[in-house]
C-alpha cells in the first residue's frame, strides 16, 4: 500500500518532468492548477517576469455564492469558467496547460474543459 506522502512526492516528481517543458509567457501564459482535498485553485502565470496575472479559485466571493461544495467537479468547472471570463477580459485567449503533476481526470479534466468552453485555446 503506498502511503499519502509517497504519492504526494509522486505528483512532485511528475510536475517537476512537465515544468521542464511547459514554459508561459506574457502572449501565452501557463494555466497552472493546484487540488487540495477542500479546494482547487487556478493561476494563469508568466514565467518570463515570473508574475501571476489572473488567478482564480474556490475561495473566491464570486463563487461561494454559486457552489455549495469546493471540492467536486462542479466546483472545478465554475472555476474554469471564472478564470476563462478573466482571462478573456484581459485579452488573452491562449495558454499552456500546467496540471501540476495531476492526472488529467475528474476536476482536473472539469477545470480544463469548462476552460475550453469559454474560449480559452490550450
Do not use: C, W
Not at 482547487?40 to 461544495?69: C, F
Amino acid at each position: 500500500m503506498i502511503k499519502k506522502q509517497d504519492r504526494r512526492l509522486q505528483r512532485i516528481r511528475r510536475h517537476l518532468r512537465i515544468r521542464k517543458k511547459v514554459f508561459g509567457t506574457a502572449e501565452r501564459p501557463r494555466l497552472s492548477v493546484f487540488r487540495s482535498e477542500k479546494h482547487i485553485y487556478v493561476q494563469l502565470i508568466d514565467d518570463m517576469k515570473g508574475h501571476t496575472i489572473l488567478s482564480a479559485s474556490t475561495l473566491d466571493p464570486e463563487l461561494r455564492q454559486k457552489i455549495t461544495k469546493t471540492y467536486n467537479k462542479e466546483a472545478a468547472r465554475e472555476v474554469g469558467k471564472l478564470i476563462a471570463q478573466r482571462a478573456l477580459a484581459k485579452g488573452i485567449d491562449q495558454v499552456v496547460f500546467d496540471r501540476g503533476g495531476f492526472k488529467y481526470h475528474g476536476r482536473i479534466k472539469e477545470l480544463a474543459d469548462a476552460a475550453r468552453e469559454v474560449g480559452l485555446k490550450f
